[in-house]
């Protein structure tokens, strides 16, 4: 998908394939400014206790670090609705800045998802996949699994063509 053209990283979107990018993007900045609580474990996971075993240590972190660390995953999410179409499909080109906000931002849409999703270390998503096909194929689950491996995909093809 992405491949390296001199000093930029681009890849052509089909008009599905930036809808689904657009809609994922919002959804963070959603869950980072209007939906932003702690008790929701994706905010947990994305902004994980430093001091586990001492709240008022993480307390005191977080009031110097959290929103620096908000507003920087808000731009990177951002990164990507200002770098994709309007409308319609078409290409992204990417400087190198705005392709390290790309894997940053996917790497957040994927750790949401993931437990949203309750995907742990060692799930094998083929069979999740295939599980959640043979009880439902049209169910919000297969299609939420399948935006997730798309994400893990475009971040490796992203990551890949930044190595080359």
């Given at each position: 998908?992405?491949?390296?053209?001199?000093?930029?990283?681009?890849?052509?979107?089909?008009?599905?394939?930036?809808?689904v990018?657009?809609?994922?993007?919002?959804?963070?900045?959603?869950?980072?400014?209007?939906?932003?609580?702690?008790?929701?474990?994706?905010?947990?996971?994305?902004?994980?206790?430093?001091?586990?075993?001492?709240?008022?240590?993480?307390?005191?972190f977080?009031?110097?670090?959290?929103?620096?660390?908000?507003?920087?995953?808000?731009?990177?999410?951002?990164?990507?609705?200002?770098?994709?179409?309007?409308?319609?499909?078409?290409e992204?080109?990417?400087?190198?800045?705005?392709?390290?906000?790309?894997?940053?931002?996917?790497n957040?849409?994927?750790?949401?998802?993931?437990?949203r999703?309750?995907?742990?270390?060692?799930?094998?998503?083929?069979?999740?996949?295939?599980?959640?096909?043979?009880?439902?194929?049209?169910?919000?689950?297969?299609?939420?699994?399948?935006?997730?491996?798309?994400?893990?995909?475009?971040?490796e093809?992203?990551?890949?063509?930044?190595?080359?």
């Amino acid at each position: 998908m992405f491949r390296r053209q001199g000093d930029r990283y681009v890849a052509s979107f089909a008009v599905d394939e930036v809808r689904v990018l657009r809609k994922v993007a919002s959804e963070v900045v959603g869950l980072l400014t209007d939906g932003f609580d702690h008790s929701d474990p994706v905010v947990g996971r994305l902004f994980p206790e430093v001091y586990p075993e001492d709240p008022s240590d993480t307390a005191e972190f977080r009031r110097y670090t959290e929103g620096d660390l908000k507003t920087a995953k808000i731009d990177q999410a951002g990164a990507i609705l200002a770098a994709l179409p309007d409308s319609g499909g078409g290409e992204v080109r990417l400087d190198a800045e705005a392709a390290e906000a790309w894997l940053r931002a996917l790497n957040d849409a994927r750790l949401a998802m993931g437990v949203r999703l309750e995907i742990k270390d060692g799930t094998d998503l083929g069979e999740e996949l295939d599980d959640a096909v043979a009880v439902d194929p049209a169910s919000s689950r297969v299609f939420q699994l399948s935006v997730y491996a798309y994400l893990g995909y475009l971040q490796e093809s992203l990551l890949n063509a930044l190595i080359d």
